[in-house]
């Protein structure tokens, strides 16, 4: 046939068709159910940009093309005259889609790819029946993409909660921590940032907070009631996007001024991903799920690849950590006992056998290392991913408090999801119901998807997030820095936004628990000891549960009890607080000894904890098994209101 023949035959499709002709044709087997579910998959991808048509109806206008060939593979046909067939013609009429060339680009100039490739196809294509229940289990009855706007609709009310939880837990604390009679005053770190002729104006950038304008009690306070105001604001749909601008800014303030007490993982990671929230959700007053624009394709990947660094590091940490319990797999016989805030289910856990410790220390790292691999493959094991990372979570809130960690790791999940998963009420009535989204590109007849527009600025802000990712990804797996670059520069520089940072937690495994028990005495004979709400103390104390609320105090004194006295600037600050009798300090308590007047003195004590076996428990009723080691710190007293050693007759021999 002329060429003038095939460009009237395709005229003719194009005309019968409604599309406009001078695109390129696509042509498959229109009896096969395999290549038409794949077929409604690429017409999404390319959208009109390629026009495609059964073999059936077009092969009268290519008499050159024998119908036996249409029915093995198919055919693109180009306004130019172009032929191809198979896998480069799969390539070659995707690469007409934005940033979808690479697979064509990799057929015409990477060795060995283009035989490989159509030897991969013309497998499929022999074995259509098989490959399509494959295609059955992995994909389910969604080939096509049903979207992701109500996923992410729900994603960002998980933030909101998260948010909001954050904000209130913080609050309840502030004036203890970080208010002007607290542990660590937001005035005094400021102060002394202000004063550093070092920093000049760059302390802004280097300690970015609200704070700076005003550092007094009520207005950190205030800080805490916006970021709740916010998160309802943002829960309920109103103007979203400046609502996630806002309350990453105030956490991001609060985070600043209160040091060493909001430096945990996951508040970095409420940080970033509330961060790239930003980007999901839809700039408008107000955000329903059935109206909101198509989503940023780009966040919805980054925020994805977050889940993945935060489980892939945590696992390339311990393994090269050089940490024999993880490598030998008895990690979790020592974890149990000694996080920071065991629950009373991690009391029994620790009771198990060896040989399940070893093995569930095993799924562990499976989970932390194999499975986010998966968080990239086909919907159905993107989800059965996801469920395995919420049961590892669930596992690890029921034994462990670990604040909102836990609920902000399964609301990362969230985006791995798609709309298909949730109730029909959410999306009945929008752009296009998933019924008839599914129904009509089958046939052919769907107008292509609408894509978001597209920001330069908004591109290059999540590209160079990108990049900056790979420095804490590559760091966890031991590559030298000066290998990076200038990259490794740009993620110093950030840094202070904590928009991109470092995960691994428990890259080696503590294997004893000493406690810091904290005693007062107004005669240097009799002491009595102060008692904290959640951590550890009295050994017939049964452990609680105090998630997601994170009580910063008792976390601080676990890291303070596996460190030195001189290394923790805090602690000394701490007991100058409790000798000072300041209220705001003792609140954090659970008592006060010395409800009349503050003591004389006070002393740090350490002591071994173990968790009592079952025989010990049925006997004593107690949870833990104490041993005294000695003094953590040497006897303090007030010396002019600051404070001081106390006499040497009273320090420990």
């Not at 992995?138 to 909001?164: K, S």
């Not at 209220?583 to 006070?602: C, D, E, K, M």
């Not at 006997?619 to 050693?645: C, D, I, K, N």
């Amino acid at each position: 046939m002329e060429p003038s023949d095939t460009d009237g035959g395709e005229r003719r499709v194009g005309a019968r068709r409604g599309e406009a002709p001078g695109t390129p044709l696509l042509v498959y087997d229109g009896t096969c159910d395999f290549c038409k579910r794949w077929i409604a998959r690429w017409q999404r991808v390319t959208g009109d940009r390629v026009r495609y048509a059964p073999s059936q109806e077009i092969a009268p206008s290519v008499p050159d093309i024998p119908p036996a060939a249409f029915a093995e593979a198919v055919h693109l046909l180009e306004p130019d005259g172009r032929r191809s067939r198979g896998a480069e013609a799969v390539f070659r009429a995707l690469a007409t889609a934005p940033r979808r060339g690479a697979w064509l680009w990799a057929y015409e100039h990477v060795p060995g790819f283009k035989a490989a490739s159509e030897g991969l196809y013309r497998l499929v294509a022999g074995h259509r029946p098989f490959f399509s229940r494959v295609t059955g289990a992995l994909w389910g009855a969604h080939v096509v993409p049903p979207g992701q706007e109500i996923t992410c609709w729900v994603y960002v009310r998980l933030i909101a909660i998260v948010y909001a939880i954050a904000f209130v837990s913080l609050w309840v604390q502030l004036d203890g921590l970080v208010g002007s009679h607290g542990i660590l005053p937001a005035s005094q770190t400021l102060a002394a940032l202000a004063s550093s002729p070092k920093l000049g104006p760059a302390r802004y950038w280097v300690a970015p907070t609200l704070c700076w304008l005003s550092s007094a009690d009520w207005f950190l306070s205030a800080l805490c009631g916006g970021g709740v105001a916010l998160s309802a604001a943002l829960f309920l749909g109103v103007a979203p996007a400046a609502c996630l601008i806002g309350l990453w800014a105030l956490y991001l303030s609060l985070a600043t001024v209160c040091r060493e007490f909001l430096w945990f993982q996951w508040d970095g990671l409420l940080l970033e991903a509330g961060f790239l929230a930003i980007f999901l959700a839809p700039w408008r007053l107000r955000s329903r799920p059935r109206s909101d624009p198509p989503i940023s394709r780009g966040a919805l990947r980054l925020t994805r690849w977050l889940l993945f660094r935060l489980l892939f590091a945590s696992a390339a940490v311990k393994l090269l950590s050089g940490d024999s319990s993880w490598r030998d797999l008895t990690a979790l016989r020592y974890h149990y006992e000694t996080q920071p805030l065991p629950t009373w289910i991690g009391w029994y856990a620790h009771q198990l056998p060896l040989w399940f410790q070893r093995m569930s220390t095993g799924a562990t790292l499976a989970v932390e290392g194999l499975v986010p691999f998966f968080l990239f493959a086909p919907r159905r094991i993107r989800f059965a991913a996801a469920a395995v990372i919420v049961a590892h979570q669930l596992i690890i809130a029921a034994t462990g408090n670990y604040g909102f960690f836990n609920l902000l790791t399964i609301a990362l999940c969230v985006p791995l999801l798609d709309d298909a998963v949730w109730h029909a009420s959410l999306w009945r009535g929008s752009h296009v119901s998933l019924e008839s989204r599914e129904d009509r590109v089958s046939t052919g007849d769907m107008a292509p998807p609408r894509r978001p527009r597209t920001v330069p600025i908004r591109g290059a802000i999540l590209a160079a997030l990108f990049l900056l990712t790979l420095v804490p990804v590559l760091g966890a797996l031991r590559v030298p820095r000066s290998w990076l670059g200038p990259l490794a520069d740009a993620y110093d520089l950030a840094a202070p936004l904590r928009t991109v940072n470092s995960y691994g937690l428990f890259a080696v495994m503590t294997q004893e628990r000493p406690e810091i028990r904290i005693e007062g005495s107004d005669d240097g004979v009799t002491w009595s000891a102060y008692r904290f709400r959640y951590k550890p103390g009295d050994p017939g104390r049964r452990p609680g549960f105090a998630a997601p609320h994170q009580p910063r105090l008792d976390w601080q004194m676990w890291f303070a009890a596996i460190s030195s006295f001189r290394s923790e600037f805090w602690f000394a600050k701490f007991c100058e607080r409790l000798l000072q009798g300041s209220r705001p300090v003792l609140r954090l308590l659970g008592t006060n000894p010395f409800p009349r007047a503050p003591p004389r003195y006070l002393r740090a004590v350490v002591d071994r904890y173990h968790f009592t076996s079952l025989a010990e428990r049925r006997r004593t009723g107690a949870w833990w098994r104490a041993e005294p080691l000695g003094f953590y710190a040497p006897v303090m007293t007030l010396e002019s209101g600051q404070l001081a050693l106390a006499p040497p007759e009273l320090q420990p021999k």
